[in-house]
């Protein structure tokens, strides 16, 4: 797989990574390793309102214009930002691809953040603030993040304050950008049926000039981690509860076996434990999932239900005897073999999608400078035993290192 990419690093530091594909659409984009825990204490929420302000207007458009450079040929401009990244990226016809290359290009480094349109803007994201604020079952990820990496900026909450976004200008986004978007920290990716001398040339023509920078801020590692217990009256219908604990980082070698192991327990699929536990054999949740998001140098793995306040005490006791299982029963081979072929064809199907796809291979060069294919993950696969499964679960899952929060 990875020698079907082609790779360039401009002069800047800028790298390109291009995954040829036979479809008519192309995908490209910029990932830059910039996100909220980059935050200075007064910047709440500055990395996010740089992502929405980059549509803002640019050395040579206005805003109209950046919004019509793409959708007038049919094709979408996207964005998104993390606590680790920001990506900017764009899905044309494979004819258009210059097009999308020159705009992602030209928002990322040549916006200018109109101090009139910050103000809009603003009030565009306090209206997404207080969305999120009215959907409980999406605002506690936010708050149980708070609690388990409390002290930290991989605590903070993405979309910020919406009194302090009030207070930005011009100027603090630029400093922000300034102190931030290096370029040895920066990927352009593309996938799609372009040959990659032409993308050579438009990378050298549109990203060869960006001055080069290289930044000296490091990522501070989270504070001790202490398991930390909570309930917040939220008065609604419905409870709404997260456990968790801190978990592995990007290079920690057991993050395959995690991922397997909370695939198992609560992933997708309508066979996961905590699906036939709560829901079918219960019938007690509606919304039941375990999620694993690993950081650089960290990692949160959190277990989501909501039920109605008269069963959530069952529903924790329910959970609690699920993750027991998980640190005392040992897999058998055929439990564990049906665990990694199911895991391995979500993967597959996942990959179906080359917008995801394309975002992954920016993420993935953005970290680690190579692409993993899927049969790289099935190699690592094979390794991991019963034993392994055990060992991680013991870890991550012991009861006294949980933390939790309820909404009820």
């Known amino acids: 797989m990875d020698e079907l990419i082609n790779t360039l690093t401009l002069r800047n530091g800028i790298r390109v990574v291009h995954k040829p594909d036979a479809s008519p659409v192309s995908y490209c984009g910029i990932a830059i390793n910039v996100g909220t825990r980059d935050e200075a204490e007064e910047e709440s929420g500055m990395a996010h309102f740089i992502e929405h302000m980059l549509f803002k207007g640019t050395e040579k458009r206005k805003s109209w214009h950046i919004l019509n450079r793409l959708e007038n040929v049919g094709g979408e401009l996207n964005a998104y930002t993390t606590k680790e990244e920001t990506f900017v990226y764009a899905t044309v016809l494979s004819v258009d691809f210059e097009r999308a290359m020159e705009l992602c290009a030209d928002i990322v480094f040549h916006s200018t953040f109109p101090q009139n349109e910050i103000e809009k803007e603003v009030d565009v994201i306090v209206d997404e603030i207080n969305s999120y604020n009215d959907t409980p079952s999406e605002l506690i990820f936010d708050d149980f993040e708070d609690l388990v990496f409390m002290g930290s900026s991989l605590g903070r909450n993405i979309l910020g304050d919406a009194d302090k976004l009030r207070t930005y200008r011009t100027s603090d986004a630029l400093r922000f950008i300034k102190r931030n978007y290096a370029t040895d920290q920066i990927i352009f990716f593309s996938l799609g049926n372009v040959p990659f001398k032409k993308i050579e040339k438009w990378a050298e023509r549109y990203l060869g000039d960006v001055p080069a920078m290289h930044t000296e801020n490091a990522r501070v590692e989270p504070c001790l981690y202490l398991p930390q217990s909570k309930v917040i009256d939220k008065n609604t219908y419905q409870a709404h509860v997260v456990y968790g604990n801190r978990a592995y980082g990007l290079s920690d070698e057991r993050r395959l076996t995690l991922y397997l192991l909370n695939n198992i327990l609560g992933g997708p699929g309508m066979n996961s434990r905590l699906n036939v536990a709560l829901r079918e054999r219960s019938g007690i949740a509606y919304n039941v999932e375990s999620n694993y998001t690993s950081y650089s140098d960290s990692g949160i793995v959190s277990i989501y ?104």
């Open 305 to 408: 239900f909501g039920t109605d306040v008269k069963n959530m005490e069952k529903s924790c006791h329910i959970v609690l005897d699920e993750l027991k299982k998980l640190r005392t029963h040992r897999f058998t081979d055929l439990q564990l073999s049906k665990a990694k072929k199911q895991l391995i064809c979500q993967l597959a199907i996942s990959q179906e999608s080359k917008e995801s796809l394309s975002l992954n291979l920016g993420k993935s060069f953005l970290y680690f400078d190579k692409f993993e294919s899927l049969e790289d993950i099935c190699r690592s696969l094979d390794g991991i035993t019963p034993t392994s499964l055990l060992e991680v679960a013991n870890e991550i899952f012991a009861e006294g290192s949980l933390s939790v929060l309820k909404y009820q």
